[in-house]
């Protein structure tokens, strides 16, 4: 049989990655109890366990044991005949280790924890060859095998069953996962930027005089800023747009909120870059005698 290309480029990497994962651990507690078993040693390394593992034979000879000491075997794996070939075609060493994963998946394992077929007979990752060997050794213990066991104990389900006035009880409390109402923040709203009110909104009964004061958690209107404004970038009326009289004269002015038309700039106008008149553009009657004259606000070409 010809030599298997290395792996280049990404699959370079990939494997790299995977022997990295390689525990010589858990590769120790899988080669002893092996030993312990069936008395057959598969070496030292993972190039060692590859070569002695790649034929499918010690696998299969290991799960005929795990079978054979099993009292309670599952119904699954009653109807599994587990035989290997010795032949050393690499057809015929592939499906003894089809025949092992087969009877590991009968015997117990998840689909999920079991390795493919390359993994082991291209060495491309001998990392979850070993998981599903410890997998293995859970299983037997799962399933009260009379003889040497390895990998982690079974998790037993433990179902919790509490009554309804039990899980009742705990409606009225806050739990520390949901924030705090203690200070003025996002922390226990329901969804995130959702709006807090400041005040009572379900009560049926407040002082009226209370509606002409502005509280500080709603901003200030002494100043020309975006504080406690309802939304980014909305319009502050600096005067009373409801009242009904005013004085016309005032018409004439502009004070300081708006801005000044001392200088050339954007300051004080409503949006950025928006056109500053220099001249009231709704007037009706002008001096004739004025349109011959340049301001000194546009330009001086004299």
Known sequence: MAERMKPMGMDRAL????????????????????????????????????????????LIKLLQKLYEGTSNLPNKARTMKLSYNTMNAPFKQMENIEVFLKGANAYGVPLNSLFQTVDLYEGRNMAMVVATILQLGTEAQRNSFNGATCGSRPVEENRRNFSYERLKSSHGSIGLQSGTNKFDSQKGMTAMGAVRHISDIRADKFDQTSEGCITLQAGTNKFASQKGMTAIGAVRHISDIRADDYDKQSLCDINLQSGTNKFDSQKGMRGFGAVRHISDITADDLSREARSTISPQIMYTG
Not at 18 to 32: C, F, I, L
């Open 15 to 58: 494997s790299s990655k995977m022997g990295a994962k390689y525990d010589p651990a858990a590769e120790a507690e899988v080669r002893n109890w092996i030993k312990q078993l069936i008395g057959e040693d598969i070496g030292d390394g993972a190039m060692n366990v590859e070569k002695n593992l790649r034929d499918g034979v010690i």
